[in-house]
C-alpha cells in the first residue's frame, strides 16, 4: 500500500494593490493644477500683451499736439502807403488820419502815429545823441533794441511832450517812426505800446527810398495883382509881390534875419502901438539837407523842440505847392523866443530852403505865396 504523501499546502493568493489608482489620481490632480496655472499665466501674459499693444498703438496714431497759432491782430488792419513810395505799415481800422501834424491819431486821439524821413550820413545812435542833446541837456532815455530789424528805441522822459521813437536806416536815410502824446505829461500805456510794436512789425520798405518827391498839398498859382510891385532878395534867388498902398517890401530890412526880405504893413490906423516887426512877413535863406522839414525847423529855425510849441488843438499844419516846391507853413504856435506865430518852409533845392515867419495867419499868407516866384 502506498504511503500518501501529505498534501502540500497552496501558495497564498495576494490580492492585486490597491495604491495604483491613488498615484494616477494624484498626477491627473497635479496636471490639472499645472495646467490651470499655465493657462492663467498664458493668459495674463496675452492680457499684458494686449494692454501694451493698445498703448502702443495710441501713441503711435494719435499726433503730437499742434501748438495753437498766436492770432495775427493786424489782419483786418488798413494799410497806408507812403506818397512818396518809400514805405508802408498796417494801422488798427480804429485810428484816424490826423488834420494836424502826424499821419494818425489813436481813439482816444492822445497819440499821433508819425514818419519822418531824415537823409544823413550818422548812423542811429549818433543821429539819436543829435535829436536828443539839447542845451547840453540829454531828454532821451537809454535805446534799446527796436522791433524793426537794425532799429533802435528810446522815449522822451524829460520832455513835456513824450513820445516812443523807432529809427531804422535805409539808402543813407534815418526813418523815424514816432509814437508822440498829444497830452502834456501824458506816457503811452501798455496797450498802446502793444500796439505801437504791432504797427513796427507790419513796417517795410518800398523799393528805393531815393525817387523824386511828388507834390502834396494845395496847389498855389502863380498871380501878381495889378498894381502890386516886386522885392527880390540879395542873392536873385526869389522874389515876393506886396501891395504898394498897404505895404512897403525891403531887402535890406534891419528889422529881424539876415538878409531877409521884409514885407511890412502900414500903420494905416496909426495905431500907437503899431510895431514894424509884428506886422511885417519876413522871408530868408538857409542851408538845408534834404531832410525832414519838421526837424528843419527843430534845428535850424526854432533852435528847440517843435513839441513845445506845436499846441494840439490849437495850432495847425498846412502844406502847399508854390511852383512845384513843397512847402509846409505852422500857424498858431506858442510861446516862441522869437515871438512869431507862423512859421514856413519851403525846400528849393537839395542845399538851400526858403523860410519865413510873421504873425499872420493864412488870410495874409496865402496871398504872400500867390506872389513868390523862384528866379533860380
Known amino acids: 500500500m502506498e504511503t500518501q504523501q501529505p498534501a502540500l499546502p497552496s501558495e497564498p493568493i495576494i490580492p492585486p494593490a490597491t495604491h495604483k489608482p491613488e498615484v494616477k489620481n494624484s498626477l491627473v490632480l497635479i496636471m490639472s493644477v499645472l495646467l490651470i496655472v499655465t493657462v492663467a499665466i498664458a493668459g495674463l501674459f496675452y492680457f499684458q500683451i494686449q494692454k501694451l499693444s493698445k498703448q502702443l498703438s495710441k501713441y503711435q496714431t494719435q499726433p503730437s499736439p499742434t501748438p495753437s497759432a498766436t492770432p495775427d491782430i493786424t489782419v483786418n488792419w488798413k494799410t497806408y502807403s507812403d506818397p512818396k513810395g518809400k514805405y508802408s505799415f498796417k494801422y488798427p481800422s480804429d485810428w484816424t488820419k490826423s488834420n494836424d501834424v502826424g499821419l494818425f491819431n489813436d481813439p482816444t486821439k492822445s497819440f499821433i502815429l508819425g514818419v519822418e524821413i531824415n537823409p544823413t550820413s550818422l548812423d542811429v545812435n549818433k543821429w539819436m545823441t543829435s535829436k536828443c542833446l539839447i542845451s547840453g541837456t540829454n531828454f532821451c532815455s537809454d535805446p534799446i533794441q527796436g522791433s524793426i530789424t537794425g532799429s533802435i528805441q528810446y522815449n522822451h522822459p524829460k520832455s513835456h511832450y513824450d513820445s516812443i521813437d523807432t529809427l531804422v536806416t535805409q539808402e543813407n536815410q534815418i526813418f523815424d517812426i514816432t509814437l508822440a502824446s498829444r497830452n502834456p505829461n501824458q506816457s503811452a500805456d501798455q496797450n498802446t505800446k502793444q500796439i505801437y510794436d504791432q504797427i513796427l512789425s507790419t513796417f517795410k520798405f518800398l523799393g528805393s527810398t531815393s525817387q523824386p518827391t511828388p507834390n502834396i498839398g494845395q496847389k498855389i498859382s502863380y498871380q501878381l495883382p495889378s498894381g502890386w510891385q516886386k522885392v527880390t532878395d540879395k542873392t536873385n534867388t526869389f522874389e515876393a509881390g506886396f501891395n504898394p498902398e498897404t505895404q512897403t517890401g525891403d531887402s535890406n530890412t534891419t528889422l529881424a534875419y539876415e538878409n531877409a526880405v521884409a514885407l511890412t504893413y502900414k500903420n494905416a490906423d496909426n495905431n500907437p502901438y503899431y510895431s514894424p516887426f ?71 533845392s537839395n542845399s538851400i530852403a526858403l523860410v519865413f515867419s510873421s504873425f499872420f495867419d493864412e488870410s495874409r499868407v496865402k496871398p504872400m505865396l500867390q506872389t513868390l516866384k523862384l528866379l533860380k
Open 278 to 348: 509884428a506886422s511885417s512877413i519876413f522871408l530868408w535863406l538857409l542851408p538845408y539837407d534834404n531832410g525832414s522839414r519838421h526837424t528843419f525847423i527843430e534845428t535850424q529855425v526854432l533852435k528847440e523842440k517843435l513839441s513845445l510849441h506845436f499846441k494840439v488843438g490849437k495850432s495847425i499844419e498846412k502844406e502847399y505847392v508854390v511852383q512845384g516846391k513843397n512847402c509846409l507853413v505852422l500857424y498858431k504856435l506858442e510861446d516862441l523866443s522869437q515871438g512869431h506865430t507862423t512859421i514856413g518852409v519851403c525846400p528849393i
